[in-house]
């Protein structure tokens, strides 16, 4: 049977887009200005992926009893969010490639990269202050989602940064729990299903329930992606790449927990080279095969899977869209199928 929720995607992935790329129109009769951050901002936007996070949040209005039309500018804040971590996280990461195009900051230069994402990271709070059809108490009570979720992205943030900058590879599994629940699961899951949950009208426990699941299954999402860049197909363009820049995944971390000394300390010289070598990347996947690492992930993934469904499970929401937010659990792990 289809999966409802790449079903849903794939038909409505580009519903958004026009209203999205308005938000750089009209703004000013100055080329150079168009030139440095308009221009360069519709066309990263304009070159957008799946789309799931704003379309999550209009699908939760709508299983909630709500219009999904008077949740557009909040999802399209929480997409315009997504270009500006996108946009500084390549900078910060040395990235080359986003989407199958250069990095922005490799087109443009690094400072009108970071002046882009500061512009988008406004439109975040924009968005919604200009959306005339939401009353203010729900405008407040949707910024202050807002502003939540981009403090708890940039905690996250912090500490995978500062990992990286102080060599730490002397890190948990709950470690990374907290950095990644911190850095994806709230602005990939959680806050698009409750702020469109609040936007359709829905009781308090309605909200609770959406955003307890999408906690867990953007957390799922997060440890899928690791596993997609290790694991999955080989021709994609960011394929290990996470070894090269020596990323704290839960992958990572559990090998480095689990693997005795002598390869403990040859994984992560490996992980610390910078290699983009086949060989050393075949040899760091094989140890993580060894330790366990991939399966424990993967089970880590399907146990937070299972939990949203059961929170879900018993939440007030119409037919329609308990099967989509099923099958949404169910896409996010499913992916390396």
């Known amino acids: 049977m289809p999966n409802a929720f790449a079903a849903y995607l794939a038909e409505h992935h580009a519903d958004l887009d026009a209203y999205l790329l308005s938000f750089f129109e009209g703004k000013t009769s100055r080329a150079d200005l168009d030139a440095y951050l308009y221009g360069p901002l519709r066309a990263f936007t304009a070159n957008g992926g799946k789309r799931h996070r704003p379309l999550i949040c209009l699908a939760a209005c709508r299983a909630v009893g709500g219009d999904p039309a008077r949740a557009r500018s909040a999802a399209a804040a929480i997409e315009h969010f997504q270009s500006a971590a996108l946009i500084h996280d390549d900078i910060a990461d040395h990235g080359e490639l986003r989407r199958g195009e250069p990095c922005l900051y490799r087109t443009i230069g690094?400072?009108?990269?970071?002046?882009?994402?500061?512009?988008?990271?406004?439109?975040?709070?924009?968005?919604?202050?200009?959306?005339?059809?939401?009353?203010?108490?729900?405008?407040?009570r949707v910024l202050r989602e807002l502003t939540d979720m981009t403090q708890r992205t940039i905690e996250g943030q912090a500490l995978d940064l500062g990992w990286v900058r102080d060599g730490r590879f002397d890190l948990t599994v709950d470690d990374y729990l907290t950095m990644a629940t911190l850095k994806t699961a709230h602005y990939s899951g959680a806050v698009p299903l409750?702020?469109?949950?609040?936007?359709g009208g829905a009781s308090e426990a309605q909200i609770e329930a959406l955003r307890s699941f999408g906690l867990d299954t953007g957390l799922a999402f997060q440890i899928q992606d690791d596993l997609l860049n290790l694991v999955g197909n080989a021709g994609d363009k960011d394929f290990r790449t996470d070894i090269t820049e020596g990323k704290r995944t839960l992958v990572?971390?559990?090998?480095?927990?689990?693997?005795?000394?002598?390869?403990?300390?040859?994984?992560?010289?490996?992980?610390?080279?910078?290699?983009?070598?086949?060989?050393?990347?075949?040899?760091?996947?094989?140890?993580?095969?060894?330790?366990?690492?991939?399966?424990?992930?993967?089970?880590?993934?399907?146990?937070?899977?299972?939990?949203?469904?059961?929170?879900l499970a018993g939440a007030e929401l119409d037919a329609e869209g308990r099967r989509l937010f099923d099958d949404m659990a169910d896409f996010f792990v499913e992916r390396l199928k």
């Open 252 to 311: 990572a971390v559990y090998a480095l927990s689990h693997a005795e000394p002598a390869v403990r300390d040859e994984l992560e010289a490996i992980l610390r080279s910078g290699t983009s070598d086949p060989a050393e990347l075949d040899r760091a996947v094989v140890i993580f095969g060894e330790t366990g690492a991939l399966e424990a992930a993967h089970e880590r993934a399907l146990s937070l899977v299972a939990r949203a469904k059961e929170t």
């Open 194 to 199: 409750a702020v469109g949950a609040i936007i």
């Open 110 to 140: 690094t400072g009108l990269a970071i002046n882009a994402g500061d512009y988008g990271l406004m439109l975040v709070t924009d968005a919604v202050l200009g959306d005339a059809s939401l009353p203010a108490d729900v405008k407040l």
